[in-house]
């Protein structure tokens, strides 16, 4: 799968800006500032119809009544075009320029795997930003999933409100919670044993691409941490006058965790910034292969600072990984100073600077 051609308008900085992309890795090159980050933020945008790092109203240029992100997508077997736009009204998603009116049968059109830096929050951050790259992955690759999860927050929400709805008058109404708890078992019992499932493949996949990049013979392991792992009912009905009081449901796939060790040890308390880089690159990695395996199309890989901490040795790891896999890739960074020169030759430069794509490329040189 790769990217034939992207043109944004009224996108963050850009105005207006069209670029054709090749097959294989681009080197997005240019200042802190130019735009190169706003790039990968639109075609993440373009994936997953929604941004990673703001509100919808604030991808729209300043200047601008909308935002408009639109994309020729190429697969081994077909061409389609993705548009969405963003505007005051909501958002509007389209393939072949039909509007796709449900956001969960947009989703999964363009498949890609994204490196950022709010990533490493996945080791060291909060249990919901890591709930959130499992929650991710699986909406993009099985649509049953998305459709469980889906389900779940809409009744956790409902949930929530007659808890402290009822609270005000000091009212707990278990026929109604029960009634809840009973909607929620399914999709809850569904979304963990997915998660399991998807957890136990990532595991191996993950340890092999973390000593590919590192060069190091290390434990790399992730464990899932289920709040809540059968008899769904019973947990969230025995937990009817806690939640009451607290209102707020306490138990459940909403308070999914994931634990990462290396060698043992607690990476969130023991790794080090550039050991903790790595194992979300290895995790990347891991669900590039998981995609490929699952529908013969290789993702578009995203990476945002990439080379932030890691050393000449994983820099030219990734970028070799990258080359033998033969996918399109999109790389930022505001230096070429440390990546080897025959990776770079095979390599296409493309230079940002305040919104602009400089389209006169040659391998390796700028």
Do not use: C, W
């Not at 080197?27 to 119809?49: D, M, P, W």
């Not at 992100?69 to 963003?86: H, S, Y």
């Not at 809540?228 to 308070?255: A, E, I, S, Y």
């Amino acid at each position: 799968m790769r990217i034939r051609e992207l043109s944004l308008v009224g996108f963050r900085n850009y105005r207006k800006q069209s670029v054709t992309l090749d097959p294989g890795i681009h080197l997005l090159v240019g200042q802190n500032g130019a735009g190169k980050t706003n790039l990968l933020e639109a075609i993440y945008v373009l994936s997953v119809a929604k941004s990673y790092r703001a509100n919808d109203n604030d991808l729209i240029n300043e200047d601008a009544a909308f935002a408009k992100i639109k994309a020729a997508v190429e697969t081994k077997d077909k061409q389609f075009g993705l548009t969405m736009v963003i505007s005051s009204e909501g958002k509007k998603a389209m393939r072949n320029q039909t509007e796709v009116r449900r956001l969960s049968d947009y989703i999964g059109q363009l498949n890609i795997i994204s490196f950022l830096p709010e990533d490493l929050s996945i080791v060291k951050g909060s249990p919901g930003r890591r709930r959130y790259f499992v929650d991710l992955f699986l909406s993009q690759s099985d649509k049953h999933y998305l459709n469980a999860l889906s389900e779940y927050r809409q009744i956790i929400r409902q949930r929530n409100d007659l808890l402290k709805s009822k609270q005000r008058y000091d009212d707990l109404d278990d026929v109604f919670l029960d009634v809840l708890n009973e909607q929620l078992s399914d999709p809850a019992a569904n979304i963990v044993a997915k998660r399991q499932a998807f957890i136990n493949h990532l595991n191996g996949v993950a340890e092999d691409m973390y000593q590919s990049i590192s060069g190091k013979n290390v434990d790399f392991k992730i464990a899932y941490r289920p709040s809540v792992d059968n008899h769904f009912f019973k947990h969230f009905h025995d937990r009817n006058k806690r939640d009451f009081r607290l209102g707020v449901t306490t138990q459940g796939p909403h308070r999914d965790d994931l634990l990462f060790t290396l060698d043992g040890h607690d990476a969130d308390r023991f790794a080090s910034q550039g050991e903790q880089r790595t194992m979300v690159l290895a995790l990347d990695m891991a669900l590039n292969e998981m995609i490929i395996g699952m529908t013969g199309e290789p993702p578009v890989f995203l990476l945002d600072d990439v080379f932030s901490e890691l050393d000449k040795d994983r820099q030219n790891n990734l970028i070799e990984y990258l080359n033998q896999k033969g996918q399109q890739a999109l790389i930022t960074t505001t230096s070429l100073r440390q990546i080897n020169m025959d990776i770079l030759q095979a390599t296409t430069l493309l230079e940002i600077k305040a919104g602009t794509i400089k389209e006169e490329r040659t391998h390796g040189t700028l």
